[in-house]
């Protein structure tokens, strides 16, 4: 016997989570950064931890990394102490080592300052490299050469200002090149990526000299472009309105193009429109880094947008915070949620968005996509319950480290009549990946038609197994047949 039926268009679907962790104790934990190992195939994840000394009440934050495989499974975990407090920011796997930049905070009175690590993967550190000047590193990546680029301000303790600064490390840790940018006001770099041989970074300035040609407000976007063996500035530009923005994020898509998340406060400029107090805003450039499209998202209250990725198909999807339940924000589940959105790379056009969150505080850090555009994503919360499927298994006080698996395939869920499926079929489709799953104790067979009558592929699922296929072109429909 077989059954036949057409995977057609997508409807909106509430319960989005695959899997999720909440790590935590009483004290104050947050999720900095997620990583995707390819080595492994396992997920990496920092941030810190707070604990109480071990002869004392005091408290102090640890530096945390985690190691979890693709069901959410912690596999291994270890602390970065000192006796500082240590919060671990940014992570990058290389090899069969670690890279972690970290803020360093002694006390309330003197400002933070950074440290990098290399460590094993089972938590053996193998140098440090210190910064004592006030500032603290925000973006971190490895380039082709396995060379360790770190991006983000030091501060001048007598003005307050801030430049920017970028240095290149060998994966010794031998500093090969450092560069400080900006004017005689205050600039910060919050993201970067390394494409061929140059380096392109995101964040703000205030200045109107020095390095930035075309301030247009108070505060504006600012990208550049770095030489990566100098790191000469190779090109720079502000984007953004009369009032303020900032770049929290850059991605590159599968055509080579840069969408760059941002927060706004301006409605106009490059800015064309504006719901409340701060905004999403994403925009695309070309080559020569003309705006191609620019979208704001959000609504009458408060938007804090913290991160963007790129799928392979070149949709990017952006992450933060909203207090809004108005506008692009349908759901609110209590007070500060997570909003998540998914654009359409060639238009900027919403495909879905999504608030998850509980009765209080859901933060996003970041978010992951890996190489077959499973969504993983590290955050905080404080919600004794999550909004968008489960309970959280230990209610807490404080902000734990939330990681969890969003099942996009729920959220643009396929309309399809079950009825004429075998039991225990199941079949998803988004964006050109079919996800077939055979949730039965038979095995089945899957073969995937066009709606003219082409074979793609033929497919053998043995009992309770899953797999994933991406279809070349798929837009709309495909005949699937299901031998029963």
């Not at 209590?334 to 505080?361: C, H, M, P, Q, Y």
Request: charged letters at 20%; proline letters at 2%.
């Amino acid at each position: 016997m077989v059954s036949l039926f057409i995977l057609p268009k997508q409807l909106y679907s509430q319960s989005c989570i695959n899997w999720q962790q909440i790590i935590g104790g009483a004290e104050d934990e947050r999720g900095m950064d997620i990583v995707f190992d390819e080595i492994t195939n396992t997920y990496w994840a920092c941030g810190y931890v707070t604990t109480a000394a071990d002869s004392t009440n005091v408290l102090s934050k640890n530096g945390w990394l985690a190691n979890f495989n693709n069901q959410g499974l912690l596999l291994n975990q270890f602390k970065i102490k000192d006796t500082a407090d240590i919060i671990a920011k940014q992570i990058v796997t290389a090899d069969s080592i670690l890279l972690i930049a970290t803020t360093v905070l002694l006390n309330d009175t003197i400002p933070p300052h950074t440290r990098l690590y290399a460590a094993s993967k089972n938590g053996f550190i193998k140098w440090q490299v210190n910064k004592y000047e006030p500032g603290e590193i925000n973006a971190l990546a490895l380039s082709n050469l396995n060379e360790i680029v770190v991006a983000g301000y030091i501060e001048d303790t007598i003005t307050f200002d801030e430049n920017v600064l970028v240095e290149k490390y060998s994966l010794d840790g031998n500093l090969l090149w450092s560069q400080t940018y900006g004017g005689s006001k205050k600039e910060r770099l919050n993201d970067l990526f390394i494409k061929d041989d140059t380096i392109i970074l995101c964040g703000f300035s205030l200045s109107t000299d020095g390095d930035i040609s075309n301030n247009i407000g108070s505060r504006d976007v600012w990208l550049l472009q770095l030489n990566t063996t100098s790191g000469n500035l190779i090109k720079e530009k502000n984007f953004g309105g009369t009032s303020a923005e900032s770049a929290v994020g850059l991605t590159q898509t599968n055509n080579n193009e840069i969408v760059i998340l941002a927060e706004t406060l301006s409605d106009n400029g490059d800015v064309t429109s504006s719901f409340g107090n701060g905004d999403f805003w994403a925009f695309k450039i070309d080559e020569d880094w003309d705006i191609v499209w620019q979208k704001t998202f959000g609504g009458g209250s408060i938007e804090n947008p913290k991160t963007i990725a790129a799928f392979t198909n070149g949709n990017v999807l952006i992450g933060g915070v909203t207090l809004s339940f108005d506008n692009d924000i349908k759901e609110n589940f209590g007070f500060f949620d997570t909003w998540l959105a998914r654009l359409n790379g060639e238009t900027g056009d919403l495909v879905w968005s999504k608030s998850i969150g509980g009765n209080d505080l859901d933060f996003t850090a970041q978010i992951n996509i890996n190489n077959t555009n499973d969504i993983v994503i590290i955050g905080n919360t404080d919600s004794n319950s999550i909004g968008c499927k489960s309970k959280c298994e230990n209610p807490h006080e404080f902000q734990n480290i939330w990681i969890y698996s969003l099942d996009e395939d729920v959220i643009l869920d396929v309309k399809t009549t079950n009825s004429i499926l075998p039991s225990g079929v199941k079949v998803f489709c988004v964006d050109g990946w079919v996800r077939l799953t055979n949730a039965s104790n038979k095995i089945k067979q899957f073969k995937i038609y066009d709606v003219n009558g082409l074979e793609y592929e033929s497919y053998n699922l043995m009992p309770n197994e899953e797999k994933r296929v991406f279809v070349e072109g798929l837009k709309e429909e495909l005949v699937l047949i299901v031998s029963q």
